[in-house]
């Protein structure tokens, strides 16, 4: 099986990588809306190269979006999901189109250093206020949306497509609307539902999914529901300030990642 070299090499090895990409984005996309996702892709990559590790997390990744949209499903906003999805899926095309011509350095570490800025900035809101209550940010992010909602989810979109880093810049973009956590998990879970499934023909036309990548992805299904259901524990537990301080820190900790991924 080309690219599965270590499969046979080295099979533990191989093996505890894969569950701890696949455990990354399952506990991520239930407990946090999924930023903490953007750690299963460098993680698989330690064992399998980037288009085989695309097609065999895509059908993972679709199949923990339709748990999780199931378990938040009471809590999503519609208004969102309706600029999210649509600017979103918009920037998988343009991926599709420019997919052979994408510098992925480039894009992955410009999406890190807009992140680390993003969570830089709400530790300064933190130690230094500026007497901007949460939901006065949240009223000026909606005034700006529709100039907000096309960078930042097509960027999304775009980043998905190409290296399933998407879920900084739609982070960015939702964060400073302060919704409670579970609205935040829920609407977060469709949007990842929607562009992961908008991907299938794309990836299929590339043929990224392939045999082998499919048997590799159901050996890996136990994984999800342990996953999903410690993520929505940790959600359960925790409350709407110490949710978005965890949120901030994941996203500084994976933009930086991104930055030393490019360099």
């Not at 909602?149 to 190409?162: H, I, K, R, T």
């Not at 048997?215 to 978005?244: C, E, K, T």
């Amino acid at each position: 099986m080309p690219g599965f070299d270590l499969l046979h090499e080295a099979p533990v090895y191989f093996a505890v990588m894969c569950i701890l990409s696949v455990m990354a984005v399952s506990v991520s996309k239930s407990g946090f809306g999924g930023a903490l996702g953007a750690m299963s892709m460098p993680i698989m990559l330690f064992v399998l190269p980037p288009k085989v590790a695309l097609g065999v997390l895509l059908p993972l990744f679709l199949l923990t979006d339709v748990w999780v949209v199931y378990l938040w499903r009471k809590w999503l906003n519609r208004r969102f999901l309706m600029f999210m999805c649509g600017f979103g899926v918009a920037g998988q095309l343009v991926g599709w189109l420019l997919f052979d011509y994408l510098s992925d350095r480039l894009l992955t570490g410009s999406i890190g250093v807009v992140g680390i800025l993003t969570a830089l900035n709400y530790a300064r809101q933190i130690a230094f206020p500026d007497g901007e209550t949460s939901s006065e940010t949240a009223a000026r992010m909606m005034r700006r949306i529709w100039v907000r909602a096309p960078a930042w989810c097509g960027l999304s979109g775009l980043a998905s497509f190409v290296s399933l880093s998407g879920g900084i810049p739609v982070q960015i973009f939702l964060l400073p609307h302060a919704l409670a956590r579970q609205s935040f998990v829920g609407t977060m879970s469709v949007y990842f539902f929607v562009i992961n499934l908008a991907k299938l023909p794309f990836y299929n036309e590339l043929d990224l999914i392939n045999r082998d990548t499919v048997l590799l992805s159901a050996w890996l299904l136990p994984v999800i529901p342990v996953g999903v259901l410690f993520g929505r524990w940790l959600n359960r537990v925790m409350s709407d300030r110490i949710f978005y301080h965890f949120s901030h820190a994941i996203l500084f900790l994976m933009s930086a990642k991104l930055i030393y991924d490019a360099a």
